[in-house]
């Protein structure tokens, strides 16, 4: 939702707090311990958020790891022997109250992070905002000169009404407009970097952390992506991906009836990745949703996702995608790579 991560976000620390929770659920997975060994020998950095996240689970109630590897300074750390200076204690597997405690001290950790990367851009953002919704909350919103707009789940808009032009900042999120067209007093929304032009229509918006996405359901609009760009003109049923990164444009076609399929309560997803529907999945869940691996996160899906039951719309997506997911402390989903892929 945000281009700025809090300085409290750390990613690393997020990584290694899951690889416990990994590592924990599956103490004799050589392959498993063979990922975890290179994750670790990566940098000096991944060593000492290993070392936090060990003393995050000393403080779950056990003492001392009896399961997995640790380091006993992370000046020790050395890429050609990952393991060295680590000491190892696989004799006997921790009691089901211990695998317990570790998993919720890991999530409260995974948690933290999280949190520390959206409250203050949620704050900042509600400063700006004219509307904007709470987690798994759609609003829908009569504007002054008719037109309106249906705003997804913790998603926020800024309007900029003036007598020559009607201006929306979509500061987060997705929204939906329907719009009244006026030819003399222009209808723009703006998305980041990208803005677009109404030209009498109803159109869908979405923006998140990587990309704008706009989709026509009905007439047309124009599309730049800077303010002297060379304008594109979209009609019902095309779609155009705006990379925030690179200002790269993907256009595509798509069913006019799928766009804004949010707002019945049932997102409906024909060509998407799983890390799209993850992101639009997040802000319809009270929790946290947790995922850090690229490539089961750039794989492609289609299908039906029930808003209103986001763990089973999140293994609908992950689990066809060759990934798994799983609940921890009843309030966040964590989606990894499966030990043994589906085929096909």
């Known amino acids: 939702m945000t281009d700025n991560p809090s300085p409290s976000y750390d990613p690393l620390g997020s ?6 929770i990994h590592l924990t659920e599956n103490p004799h997975d050589p392959a498993l311990r063979r990922e975890f060994s290179v994750w670790f020998a990566r940098s000096p950095a991944h060593a000492h958020a290993w070392a936090r996240a060990l003393h995050v689970w000393r ?28 000491s190892a204690a ?25 949190a520390g ?28 000169d008719g037109s309106i707009v249906t705003l997804g789940a913790r998603s926020a808009i800024a309007v900029h009404y003036r007598p020559q032009a009607r201006d929306i900042t979509l500061l987060a999120g997705e929204a939906f407009f329907q719009v009244r067209h006026n030819a003399e007093r222009p209808f723009r929304v703006t998305a980041g970097a990208t803005q677009a032009r109404d030209i009498g229509t109803r159109f869908d918006i979405g923006l998140d952390s990587t990309e704008v996405r706009i989709s026509v359901q009905e007439g047309l609009v124009g599309v730049s992506n800077t303010p ?22 993907t256009r595509e076609t798509v069913v006019p009836d799928t766009i804004g399929s949010w707002q019945t309560g049932m ?13 639009t999945l997040r802000r319809y869940y009270s929790g946290y949703i947790v995922s850090w691996n690229p490539a089961l996160l750039s794989r ?27 609940e921890v402390a009843d309030h966040m989903l964590i989606a990894t790579a499966a030990a043994h892929p589906r085929k096909p």
């Open 15 to 20: 990584e290694a707090s899951l690889w416990i």
């Open 59 to 86: 403080l779950s109630g056990a003492t001392e790891p009896v399961l997995f590897p640790h380091p006993s300074s992370a000046k020790t750390h050395n890429k050609s022997a990952p393991f060295a200076g680590m």
């Open 90 to 114: 696989f004799a006997r597997a921790p009691s089901p109250a211990t695998v317990r405690r570790t998993a919720m001290a890991c999530a409260l950790s995974v948690a933290f992070c999280a």
């Open 117 to 144: 990367a959206l409250v203050l851009p949620d704050i900042r953002i509600a400063l700006q905002a004219d509307y904007r919704t709470s987690t798994g909350k759609n609003q829908t919103i009569t504007l002054a």
């Open 228 to 249: 002297q760009g060379q304008e594109l003109v979209l009609g019902a049923g095309e779609e155009i991906r705006v990379d925030r990164a690179t200002g790269g444009i």
């Open 267 to 279: 997102l409906v997803v024909s060509n998407d990745t799983v890390g799209h529907v993850t992101n």
């Open 300 to 326: 492609h899906v289609g299908g039906v996702y029930d808003l209103g039951n986001i763990p089973a719309a999140l293994r609908a997506a992950v689990v066809p995608s060759g990934g798994r997911v799983r």
